[in-house]
């Protein structure tokens, strides 16, 4: 039982322009949200996260915007860069549940320079 | 600061035979897990360790699936018999222990082949 989906699965941009992910989520009890990017071969690395009593967190280049009431959250990152080309997991936790994550199946970025 | 460690990076191994797997995570690490992660899938938690107690093992398949981290720091999961459908990127990952919301790093991973 897939709880955390993420559709379309690769994205290519151009660099400079927006790329914007897209996560849902069927759990109501997951009150915590991450994203996080993985070069091949590498482990993912913690990207950045939202909690639930917010609806937006920006950090840099990157903003994660939370919609409760349709499960959805969204990850923009402004301007893409080369570097940025990677798989990004979208991730979920519950309070109740030992801080343990349930990621989607990730999306493959390309930003085309 | 060191990252987590892993060992070996890829392993191959017949279909029955054994296999093992190290994590050693960063240095003042309470918390170690161990996932699971499938071609085209995202990361499953395997087990989870806070010290050298076990928090969450219930999607580990223990009759094949085995963990320790005996001294609370090291730590190894083995698979003992291996099926086709263990091929598979093996993460460790470790988080300190705050009791809120603790970012969890991530290894490079052990990609097992089973043929």
């Known amino acids: 039982d897939q709880q955390v989906k993420q559709n379309s699965p690769s994205l290519s941009v151009q660099e400079g322009r927006i790329s914007i992910l897209n996560c849902d989520y069927t759990n109501s009890m997951f009150d915590y949200f991450l994203w996080y990017k993985k070069y091949p071969a590498e482990g993912p690395t913690f990207l950045i996260s939202i909690s639930s009593i917010k609806d937006k967190n920006e950090d840099g280049r990157f903003t994660v915007f939370l919609n409760k009431s349709a499960k959805h959250l969204s990850l923009h990152i402004v301007p893409s860069q080369p570097g940025d080309s990677a798989v990004y997991f979208c991730a979920a936790s519950a309070s109740y549940g030992n801080n343990r994550l349930a990621f989607g199946k990730g999306n493959q970025v390309v930003v085309i320079p | 600061e060191a990252g987590v460690a892993q060992s070996p990076r890829y392993k191959i191994i017949e279909k029955r035979q054994s296999v093992a797997f190290w994590c050693n995570p960063i240095?003042?690490?309470?918390?170690l897990y161990w996932y699971q992660q499938i071609l085209g899938q995202g990361p499953k938690l395997l087990i989870q360790f806070q010290n050298n107690g076990v928090v969450d093992d219930s999607q580990l398949p223990k009759d094949r699936f085995s963990a320790e981290r005996l001294k609370g720091v090291d730590s190894t999961l083995k698979i003992q018999p291996a099926k086709l459908e263990d091929s598979a990127v093996y993460l460790c990952a470790s988080s300190l222990w705050t009791g809120g919301r603790d970012t969890q790093y991530f290894g490079p991973g052990t990609r097992l082949t089973v043929l």
């Open positions: 240095s003042g690490h309470a918390t």
